[in-house]
């Protein structure tokens, strides 16, 4: 059987409309084929949300926006079509939220814990979450004033850091790395004297901690030692310097009575300083026994006459 071209347009056309009507409804989020749930939601503000948008559990997709509708308490309602195989729980939150940085949102649903599931027409507890361009706002305002600031230092420095700045700037790390360079020579001066000098030092340190151990290990006892000994040196040194002016405060006294008898002529040595006849005698009996000495050793036989065998005779007269 042919068909004729008419009837061929005809089906064509039929088909066309029919696609376009399903493409339609898509777009509206509208499920031709499937049996879906029609819940609601109103929200205070829809910024970004359009229809057709997705509606999320956990990141996964189980319905669309369907319709926005303004009410006249400027709230706006939102249609939700729901795959119709998901329960969902009377309690269970539609939060707006944002899904990119360009604005765009979506609705999520938080699942309640409650028993009975939400049925066509029953309206779900909504909340609006920050986008993330709104969570940003405060960095993005502290960010601007950080640039600005930045830009203003950058200026001053530039203005600072003229020509002539430069160049002595440029002398000055010159100066700074020759500098370094001799404090490097001297380090490795030092560093081979410490080296050559070492078992030296290591001895020294040695002897100075050993003393220092002795003096920390008998450190009471040498205090003990120094206050003893700077109580007996006080004490001794006091004692003997007034045992010493006391002496010579009483020989000063018995030098001057002595001095005062012998002017008084008291006494054999006063007597004998002041008696003129005294000291001619003295002077005549010394010169007497100058003689007598005299003739003793010439003439001892007159004085003293001994025999070899004990006997003695007589001295001549």
Known sequence: ??????TKVGILAAFAIALLIIGYNFLKGNSIFSNETILYAKYSQVDGLTVSKPVLINGYQIGRVAALELQPDATIKATLHIN???EIPKNTLARLEGTDLLGSKAIVLTLGNDKDFAEDGDFLETNVAKGLMETFQP????????????????TSV???LNPNLQKNIDRSFN???GTLTSLESTSKKVDALVGSESSKLSAILANVEAITANFKRNGTKIDMVMNNLNTVTDKVAALNFE?????????MSDLQLIISDVKSGKGTLGALLN?????DNLN???????ALMIDLKANPKRYVHFSVFGGGNKTDK
């Open 284 to 290: 005549n009996a010394s010169k007497n026994l100058d």
């Open 175 to 177: 100066s700074i790395a």
């Open 84 to 86: 119709g195989k998901y």
């Open 1 to 6: 059987m042919k068909i004729k071209n008419e």
């Open 275 to 279: 008696d003129k006849q005294m000291y």
């Open 139 to 154: 960095v993005q305002k502290k960010a601007e004033l950080i640039i600005t600031k930045m830009d203003s230092i950058l």
């Open 243 to 251: 045992q010493t002016v006391n002496s010579a405060n009483k020989a």
């Open 158 to 160: 530039n203005t600072i």
